[in-house]
């Protein structure tokens, strides 16, 4: 592609050039696709716990390949399984299992084991 002189003196090539190599946003795309944000949730917050766990035990870490490098590790296995269930329906909520116990505890007896 060839440029006048006055597009080369003005910029635009060199903005053209640079509009290119921006990245395609998206964002909006992966809202639309996240259904169930609750995993979404566990997914962000076991990838902190992993982190911190690693960077706690950084010699181990550095020591040790499978940690520091592999992808066939149940970690990353369940962390996509964490992503691949935000982007599906989350389950029914069942108000029965919610529901208090038929059985009532005397306050009397709550320290004779259970």
Do not use: C, W
Request: hydrophobic share 25%; glycine share 6%.
């Amino acid at each position: 592609m060839k440029h006048t002189i006055e597009e080369i003196k003005e910029g635009s090539v060199e903005n053209q050039n640079k509009q290119a190599m921006k990245q395609t946003n998206k964002q909006a795309e992966s809202n639309r696709e996240t259904k169930n944000e609750d995993a979404l949730f566990k997914f962000i917050t076991y990838s902190g716990m992993l982190e911190k766990k690693r960077r706690e035990d950084i010699n181990v870490t550095r020591k040790n390949d499978m940690i520091a490098f592999t992808t066939d590790s149940f970690e990353q296995y369940y962390k996509g399984e964490l992503l691949t269930d935000s982007k599906r329906e989350p389950r029914p909520i069942n108000e029965e299992d919610f529901k208090g116990g038929k059985r009532v505890v005397d306050q009397a007896s709550v320290g004779e084991g259970f």
